[in-house]
């Protein structure tokens, strides 16, 4: 399921800052009296009644196009072309303001679907906030950003706004090709598809949409999104790339599996370590493909070394498989159809529970867990409760007194039995009386 965006906008000091510090929950963005002060965008996710949502926080519209002005309002454009929902935030204090219609006529030509807040309204009894119907642009929602008054009750218009979510086909299996910028993603999808359906330049960041393209290998359907490089978070710029950076994100959220390419000329960076853990920590089936091996000299730091050395730099990564391979020359690029099926076949792989219960109680043999000081630690069994990723729930009299390390101890001896390669697994305790 992608996770929308919710663009805050509106004419300059009408407390769009203070609005997005009320829903994210912290001071994230800086708030000042001075008009103007959100120059850059800010962006958090947010959640409300199990519904996630990215947040974004805008400058004020303003007067005119000339300097500075003219980079916020080329955000601005940017937020609402790209927002699925738009907080439309105006000063119920000062009242109707020419500003706000300026930003009204922005949003209509827009098209996108949008909710007139009236901030400032500390006490919606007493305080007239009717004149914003004369923009007409729907009923506004009094709210306080300062004392969070009525905050919730626009969270629920906000979530209820959203439209449910259409699932993919049953057959088809999303696969998010991601990395850091100019690693050869587009050329790889490209190579694999054996068309230029999409755009390659030696410049770092062509690719800026996430792009959808179906492919059937072997009666098996595919659907490759190509995202927008992810960069370390303090390097995404301002404008477009603010933008790539989030959709790529999305595209994870999106996937069943990430194919991680690793620039060979370059070795794996701390970025992309920081990638593969955003994949699997969201549940995603992961593969890293090594591109440009063509111009990698062959001698000691042979294929095998290079894996095992980048193994020991994230634990979870020796679960992960590699294939080395090469966008330009086509070497090994088909093969990742192969591995994308076995990598699926891990991910939605069921163990009977007897398999489970011996494989537990084989562990058990070998190490009992850790006893808590006066407190007895059993653990009676186990079972695997979900797929796709796949889950196994162990039970016992305390699951609250298991050590970590114990926990990891179970996974890896879980690993180890019934593989699961590519996909994560989680290992769950539960207390046997519920």
């Known amino acids: 399921m992608s996770t929308p965006v919710v663009a805050i906008v509106g004419r300059p000091n009408v407390g769009k800052s203070s609005l997005f510090n009320r829903i994210v929950g912290e001071q994230a963005a800086i708030v000042s009296d001075e008009a103007g002060t959100t120059r850059d965008r800010h962006f958090a996710r947010a959640e409300w009644n199990g519904r996630a949502f990215w947040l974004v926080d805008t400058g004020g519209l303003p007067e005119d196009s000339e300097g500075m002005n003219a980079a916020i309002r080329r955000q601005i454009d940017q937020a609402v072309a790209e927002a699925d929902l738009l907080l439309f935030v105006t000063d119920a204090s000062v009242g109707l303001h020419h500003g706000d219609e300026r930003v009204a006529e922005l949003l209509r030509k827009s098209g996108r679907p949008w909710l007139l807040v009236a901030n400032k309204v500390d006490d ?53 090709v991601v990395g850091r910028p100019n690693v050869g993603k587009s050329s790889f999808v490209n190579t694999l598809l054996g068309q230029e359906r999409l755009v390659v330049s030696e410049t770092a960041g062509t690719t800026r949409d996430a792009i959808d393209t179906p492919l ?87 294929s095998a070394v290079l894996e095992k050395e980048w193994r020991t730099k994230a634990p979870f990564l020796q679960w992960v498989p590699f294939l080395f391979a090469s966008a ?28 489970v219960n011996d494989t537990l109680q084989a562990l058990l043999a070998r190490r009992q867990p850790p006893q808590a000081p006066g407190r007895e630690v059993k653990l009676s069994y186990a079972t695997q409760v979900e797929t796709a990723p796949p889950i196994i729930t162990v039970f016992g009299n305390n699951p609250d007194l298991v050590a970590e390390h114990y926990i990891r101890y179970l996974h890896n001896g879980f690993r180890e039995a019934h593989g699961f390669i590519g996909s994560p697994l989680r290992v769950v305790m539960r207390s046997k009386r519920n």
């Open 124 to 176: 919606p009894a007493k305080q007239d906030y009717f004149d914003f119907y004369r923009l007409g642009a729907g009923e506004p929602l009094p709210v306080s950003a300062q004392n969070g008054r009525q905050s919730g009750d626009l969270l629920d218009a906000i979530t209820n706004a959203f439209s449910p979510s259409e699932s993919e086909p049953d057959d088809a299996l999303r696969v998010a």
């Open 216 to 302: 059937t290998f072997h009666g098996r359907s595919f659907i490759f999104v190509d995202t927008a490089g992810l960069r370390r978070q303090a390097k995404v710029e301002d404008g477009v790339e603010f933008y790539s950076t989030l959709r790529a994100r999305r595209a994870v959220e999106r996937s069943d599996v990430c194919v991680l390419l690793v620039d060979a000329t370059e070795g794996l960076h701390n970025q992309d370590l920081k990638i593969a853990t955003l994949a699997w920590e969201a549940g995603r089936s992961l593969i890293v493909v090594v591109n440009k091996w063509d111009l990698v000299e062959k001698g000691d730091k042979t």
């Open 328 to 355: 330009l020359t086509g070497q090994r690029v088909q093969r990742v159809l192969e591995l994308l099926r076995q990598v699926e076949a891990e991910r939605r792989k069921r163990i009977a529970t007897h398999d």
